[in-house]
């Protein structure tokens, strides 16, 4: 079947929804199309301790403040996926799932959407599909010889099931601080980092890492370089759980190893640990393959931006993927700013 419609948005989580509710208060006619096929997006894919680094009432999209969640400050994975449940509700958002989008292409005029349910018609699409679903490996030499089990931070859900087993965690960010104080109390927990783990001062949460994004944004637009701010973007939130690891003298970081084996993991000076389970918490990369018929990618992989809009294509945004597509807005409190950017700019481009 064809369609057609003003703007198509690719995604269905809070990057989408931000969108939609943009388009929707400039009377845009608009689709959004989720691959998943509940509401939520990735967070209802989440491991089951993940907590937000802030409070509800700082943790909204636009329009609509999160609501508390009962006995926590910081909501969980749970908390989050009822509220964007309720949030396309609320503002009756055109959603349409389980959508599979195969590729966006240039037709006369018009962006052509093709999907595995038919083909859409627009002059203007936002890509809000979210990094989850793309997540990064390293190529650490022996990665393919181990034989225990290798998994990536999407597939991690909870600690009881490597219950008294050899775990390595990978990874000195949040998402690895996270799941390494998860496994700290069932488990033989090794958690091994880059470079020693920053923590931010224990009062310091989401808000501040969005106020520092947002300086370091403005500074840089400005042609400044003392983009100032409380914190890097890479230190680790100390949410009530990793504090209590951390304090208990559970989170105690290992220097990055140099290869794996057999059996476990190798250091460069010959040092070996044996290990049952690698956790890597290594990271996610924009997952963009659907605008690959648009070549819009240069040399290094990186599509080029002016705010949120290509530069390549300008009937092509690009919301929530980090800070070049707006600051901080692949967070929930940060990705409102851009996709009122972009609504706006669709609707210029429109007339």
Same mark, same amino acid.
């Given at each position: 079947?064809?369609?057609?419609?003003?703007?198509?948005?690719i995604g269905g989580g809070q990057a989408g929804l931000a969108a939609g509710y943009h388009? @929707?208060? /400039?009377?845009?006619?608009?689709?959004?199309?989720?691959?998943?096929?509940?509401?939520?997006?990735? !967070?209802?894919?989440? !491991?089951d301790s993940l907590r937000l680094f802030s409070p509800a009432n700082y943790s909204s999209l636009p329009g609509r403040l999160m609501p508390r969640q009962a006995g926590e400050e910081y909501p969980d994975a749970a908390h989050v996926v009822? *509220?964007?449940?309720? *949030?396309?509700?609320?503002?009756? /958002?055109? /959603?349409?799932?389980?959508?599979?989008?195969l590729g966006v292409h240039r037709d006369e005029g018009t962006l052509r959407v093709e999907t595995d349910s038919g083909t859409w018609h627009a002059r203007a699409v936002i890509s809000a599909t979210g990094t989850w679903w793309?997540?990064?490996?390293?190529?650490?030499?022996?990665?393919?010889?181990?034989?225990? @089990?290798?998994?990536?931070t999407v597939e991690y859900r909870r600690s009881l099931d490597f219950a008294d087993r050899r775990v390595i965690v990978v990874g000195g960010g949040n998402s690895g601080a996270q799941i390494a104080a998860d496994l700290a109390y069932d488990t033989h927990l090794t958690w091994v980092t880059q470079r020693p783990p920053r923590y931010l001062a224990d009062d310091i949460d989401g808000r501040a890492l969005f106020d520092t994004a947002t300086a370091r944004r403005r500074a840089l637009d400005e042609g400044r370089t003392d983009t100032g701010g409380v914190a890097s /973007?890479?230190?680790?939130?100390?949410?009530?759980p990793v504090r209590a690891a951390r304090d208990h003298g559970l989170l105690k970081a290992a220097p990055m190893f140099a290869r794996l084996v057999p059996d476990g993991v190798e250091w460069s000076d010959g040092t070996r640990m044996e290990a049952d389970a690698?956790? !890597?918490c290594t990271g996610f990369r924009p997952a963009l393959s659907h605008l690959a018929p648009l070549k819009l990618r240069g040399r290094r992989g990186h599509i080029a931006t002016i705010g949120t809009q290509a530069m390549d294509e300008p009937r092509v945004h690009l919301l929530g *993927?980090?800070? !070049?597509?707006?600051?901080?807005?692949?967070?929930l409190i940060g990705v409102g700013r851009p996709a009122r950017e972009a609504a706006r700019g669709i609707a210029a481009l429109l007339g």
């Open positions: 079947m064809t369609h057609s419609t003003q703007v198509v948005v388009l @929707r208060r /400039l009377a845009i006619d608009f689709v959004i199309l989720d691959a998943q096929t509940e509401p939520g997006g990735a !967070w209802q894919h989440a !491991w009822e *509220y964007l449940r309720d *949030y396309e509700k609320r503002y009756e /958002l055109p /959603l349409q799932r389980p959508v599979r989008v793309r997540p990064f490996l390293p190529a650490v030499p022996g990665r393919g010889d181990f034989g225990g @089990r290798q998994l990536h /973007l890479g230190d680790i939130v100390a949410v009530p690698i956790v !890597w *993927y980090g800070d !070049w597509t707006g600051p901080a807005s692949a967070t």
